[in-house]
């Protein structure tokens, strides 16, 4: 399986860290996140070093529908309820910020970035989306309800984000890339107190941000308990219509879609690790009854981190360690949230004071319920006596027989069939024979 995204575009190369550095700051995870902080302060002319344990965007980023928008689910009326009129402008006003900000970025790049109205729908609750709208209409955003989707799709009622966009997410970063110091096959497996140790050279710095998508920090921050990792499954399609919009359906499971140049991508979730093959039934069924005509390009499946309540975890790794940021929990919204953690964390390491910072504080109270469920959920997957186990905390590893992977279901970490890893937060092989 292979996105879309790494079909027309040639990555540069990028050398392996074959001895001892220092920099003011070490940003470790080469993807849309990484490279966005890395842009950020180096455009504010803070001396970086980038580590990429791989290649640089050919992780989560190039699995990526790539919709930069503020409209995160049914989400801003929830947080008003739950958190307060003040937690959900400051969440809104980072997200606006963002895709603002990444339209700035991306001026003059050749990235195919468009201006679309991202539009998010219900088949069955209409008062709920008419809340929503009128709950970000009160925040100062003028969102508008409606009920009419292209692709003959049934519903009750649709929210519209005006003045979002879509683009095409590796010719964006490898642009950016092609202006920072990074170290690629140079995974960290050893981050001790201001060091990054990996296999063959060190990296000191004044201040560390993991952007690494699941951050592998141990207990520091008890990210294993705060994370909860699901999958998307995607398809492109050609012979089809083409859209004026981004549109999500407000669902776990539900669909989403938006076009680029003469292709359409659908795509469905999110799901826990397995369950892959459904969802592209689920899709190609879509497909049969809405674009009868269209032909199938190409499909692949991403992964995301989510948090228990709905906001990213954008800081301070913990109190205890002042000098170690992190990124994480993007909620499926990878895009505007890159970008916001981007400034975010370019404010924090330059010392500057960023009202919005406490929305996303890794430290902030979680709520209960969802913490012990997540926490039921991965121990679970630590009582079967079988093998092989996860290198990161010792779970059972599943067999993923659509993409011939080890997937552990505690936290995401993903092996080879030969036992080496694909993706964190394990940093070591496991043993699978």
């Known amino acids: 399986m292979e996105s879309i995204w790494t079909r027309d575009v040639k990555p540069a190369v990028y050398p392996k860290l074959m001895n001892d550095l220092t920099a003011d700051t070490l940003i470790i995870g080469g993807g849309m996140a990484g490279i966005l902080c890395a842009h950020e302060l180096t455009c504010a002319g803070v001396d970086c070093v980038l580590l990429e344990a791989d290649r640089v965007g050919r992780g989560i980023t190039s699995g990526t529908t790539a919709v930069i928008s503020a409209q995160h689910s049914v989400l801003y009326s929830d947080l008003i309820r739950r958190f307060g009129r003040e937690t959900a402008k400051g969440y809104l006003d980072a997200n606006l910020q963002a895709v603002k900000r990444l339209s700035e970025v991306a001026w003059g790049i050749d990235c195919d970035f468009e201006m679309r109205p991202s539009v998010l729908y219900a088949w069955k609750d209409a008062d709920k989306m008419r809340r929503e709208a009128a709950a970000v209409i009160d925040l100062g955003f003028p969102a508008r309800f409606t009920d009419r989707l292209p692709l003959g799709i049934r519903s009750a009622g649709a929210v519209v984000f005006p003045d979002m966009a879509q683009f095409h ?53 008890m990210y294993f308990m705060k994370l909860r990792q699901k999958r998307e499954s995607v398809m492109v399609v050609e012979n089809a219509p083409k859209l004026d919009c981004t549109l999500s359906e407000d669902a776990e499971k539900g669909f989403f879609f938006r076009s680029y140049r003469d292709k359409l991508i659908v795509g469905c979730g999110c799901h826990d690790l397995g369950s892959e093959e459904e969802d592209f039934a689920r899709i190609r069924l879509f497909l049969k009854e809405h674009v009868p005509e269209a032909r199938e390009v190409c499909r692949w499946v991403n ?55 406490p929305v996303f504080d890794p430290a902030r109270p979680m709520p209960a319920g969802p913490l012990w469920e997540n926490t039921a959920h991965s121990a679970a997957s630590l009582l079967p006596p079988t093998l ?42 496991a043993h699978v024979n």
């Open 169 to 221: 997410p590796l010719k964006l970063l490898y642009a950016l890339a092609a202006k920072l110091r990074i170290y690629e096959k140079s995974a960290v497996l050893k981050l001790e107190s201001h060091t990054a140790r990996t296999e063959a050279g060190s990296v000191t710095a004044k201040n560390i941000i993991i952007a690494s998508h699941f951050p592998f920090t141990g207990l520091r921050g």
């Open 303 to 357: 992964q995301d981190c989510f948090t228990l309540d709905g906001a990213p975890y954008i800081g301070r790794c913990s109190p205890a360690t002042p000098h170690l940021f992190v990124a994480t929990g993007f909620n499926a919204w990878g895009m505007s949230t890159s970008m916001a953690a981007a400034t975010l964390l370019r404010d924090a390491i330059l010392g500057r004071e960023n009202k919005l910072a």
């Open 388 to 429: 092989p186990r996860c290198t990161h905390m010792g779970c059972a590893l599943k067999h993923n027989d659509t993409e011939h992977t080890w997937d552990c279901p505690c936290h995401g970490s993903r092996f080879a069939e030969d036992g080496t890893v694909i993706t964190g937060p394990a940093v070591k092989k």
